[in-house]
């Protein structure tokens, strides 16, 4: 292990250990609150779709609400977001126990309250993700996520059990009552929390406009974009383990609920065991090494449980497989997409990420289960472990980012520029950079000005061209158009120290005397109200003649 790198080590951060166990206490809370309102429907609706619509009502707002929930979490304070999406979720909990209580819930008020509580932990997932970030060093960031996802294990390992004790010793309200109290931790510790915010005199961004960037970032950033279609492929596939579980306990090994149990925990085992296997896995040989690796062990565990799901044993070893397979992959798929996105954007991207994962899953489960259903639980099995294996020709098509990661600190140093009065209105805004490259070097320098691109539309760009001049081949104009001046300014405070090596990497090929020329020109029109007026036209031409 790398010294400062053990999976454990973010637990001696005494900021992180707070918030982590406050999640967990949380996560186990809101699973419990789902045991509890999946039983309550079962005695106010007992039919098998009213029962599936509550696990429904739960996963849906994360599905529609987390891009939403991601760029609230970029433009405000990350903590406050928190706070609000905790205190929100108690207090739904809250008034759902008090409705249990007197008698009052229905299925139609069950699924409304369990949907409201739902968006409560779609508004903590992303902003919780990028805290993380911010609270562990950077080499601690890879323990920290994986951290992240044995607390949720260990959550969902406790949280049915204690659930189902709950609920039959104090009634479903309990369960609610204990998912309001446990929300209220994560608030504790965030109340002695003091957040420092980065200086920022722009304007904030407008939301819909944040959720159109970040889609933007990602669609320009090749590396992010490989990890979303990896983490979907093998969430689909993977998402056939537990939605067939319970078939597996029922019609292939004869049990109950005592069986499904014992499966459930074999699979867990498997994954919180795993993490201190894979984590120094991939310290050593790099995350595409482990996500290859765990895609073949995926294909192994259901190759198993294609072709022999009636022997108890190898279902439990294939199960401990399948876990440590889950965990393993989409630790190193958050990892990926977090050390490969700017700070400023990092919630967005994450919400994205947890989206289209999420999609997959949910996706998965009800094609697998309509498979099984059509063919055999084996067949269904089989395909899924061929969609792993198939999916190990990702490790040659879309690799994962390897090397060291790029510095994407945000940079320090920007050319000064022009005033511009009125700049919240003023736009849209061109920019062009001319370069004089010598014919030797032009191909490279195109290639590395590609790069560039990609940085300025991830950055805010609406369009990006480099152009040469047909009269002199050595003369080079790059331009590039944004809504308006701020979001000039925001493009320029967005650029990380990786973006300014890019952008330095291509002016290595200018050959001018000077800098490359930069001009910046805003769109006017007929009528606009920033055009000078004859006495300002005049002190313009005076200052020119004069060299000022």
Same mark, same amino acid.
């Given at each position: ?28 809370? #809101? ?294 397979? #889950? ?136 369009? #990006? ?10 003369? #080079? ?72």
């Amino acid at each position: 292990m790398v010294a400062g790198g053990g999976i454990l080590s973010p637990l001696r951060l005494p900021l992180f250990r707070s918030i982590w166990t406050a999640n967990l206490i949380g996560s186990t809370g #809101w699973l419990v609150q789902g045991v509890g309102a999946g039983w309550l429907m079962t005695t106010l609706a007992g039919t098998p779709e009213m029962v599936a619509l509550v696990q429904t009502a739960t996963q849906a707002p994360i599905l529609l609400f987390a891009l939403l929930a991601g760029a609230l979490a970029d433009l405000w304070d990350r903590r406050l977001v928190l706070l609000v999406a905790q205190l929100w979720v108690s207090m739904v909990s809250a008034g759902l126990a008090l409705m249990s209580g007197l008698g009052l819930a229905t299925p139609t008020i069950l699924l409304l309250f369990t949907f409201l509580i739902g968006a409560g932990a779609a508004l903590n997932g992303p902003a919780w993700q990028a805290v993380v970030r911010e609270i562990v060093p950077k080499e601690q960031l890879a323990a920290a996520v994986t951290l992240n996802a044995i607390g949720f294990n260990l959550a969902r390992a406790l949280g049915p059990a204690v659930g189902g004790a709950v609920v039959a010793a104090y009634g479903t309200e309990a369960a609610f009552i204990v998912n309001a109290v446990g929300a209220l931790a994560l608030v504790a510790v965030l109340l002695f929390w003091r957040r420092e915010l980065p200086p920022d005199d722009l304007p904030r961004e407008r939301l819909g406009s944040a959720v159109v960037t970040g889609l933007r970032y990602v669609g320009e950033t090749p590396a992010i974009g490989a990890i979303l279609i990896r983490g979907a492929v093998f969430g689909f596939a993977a998402s056939a383990v537990l939605a067939l579980l319970p078939l597996i306990a029922r019609d292939r090994l004869g049990g109950g609920p005592i069986v499904y149990g014992v499966l459930l925990g074999a699979f867990g085992i498997g994954a919180l065991l795993g993490a201190f296997l894979v984590h120094p896995l991939r310290q050593r040989r790099g995350a595409e090494f482990v996500i290859t690796s765990l895609g073949a062990m995926g294909g192994l565990a259901f190759l198993a449980l294609g072709l022999a799901p009636s022997r108890f044993p190898l279902v439990l070893a294939a199960l401990a497989l399948a876990g440590t397979s #889950w965990l393993g992959s989409f630790s190193t798929f958050n990892i990926a997409v977090q050390m490969s996105t700017a700070f400023w954007v990092q919630a967005r991207v994450l919400a994205l990420y947890q989206t289209i994962v999420f999609g997959a899953m949910a996706l998965g489960a009800w094609i697998w289960g309509e498979v099984a259903g059509l063919t055999s639980l084996e067949t269904a099995h089989l395909a899924a472990g061929a969609l792993l294996f198939l999916g190990l020709a990702f490790h040659w098509w879309l690799p994962a980012p390897a090397g060291e990661a790029p510095d994407l600190h945000p940079a320090t140093h920007h050319e000064p520029l022009p005033a511009l009065p009125d700049a919240v209105e003023a736009g849209p805004v061109m920019v062009q950079i001319e370069y004089t490259v010598d014919l030797a070097d032009a191909p490279a320098f195109v290639a590395a000005m590609d790069e560039v691109g990609h940085l300025r539309r991830r950055n805010g760009a609406l369009r #990006w061209r480099l152009f040469q001049d047909v009269a002199d081949d050595t003369h #080079w104009i790059e331009a590039f158009v944004l809504a308006d001046w701020v979001e000039h300014q925001r493009l320029r405070r967005r650029m990380t120290r990786a973006d300014v090596a890019l952008e330095a990497r291509a002016v290595a090929y200018h050959r001018g005397k000077e800098a490359p020329l930069r001009r910046y020109m805003v769109a006017r029109r007929h009528d606009s109200r920033y055009l000078l007026d004859a006495a300002e036209q005049g002190a313009v031409a005076a200052r020119r003649a004069g060299g000022g």
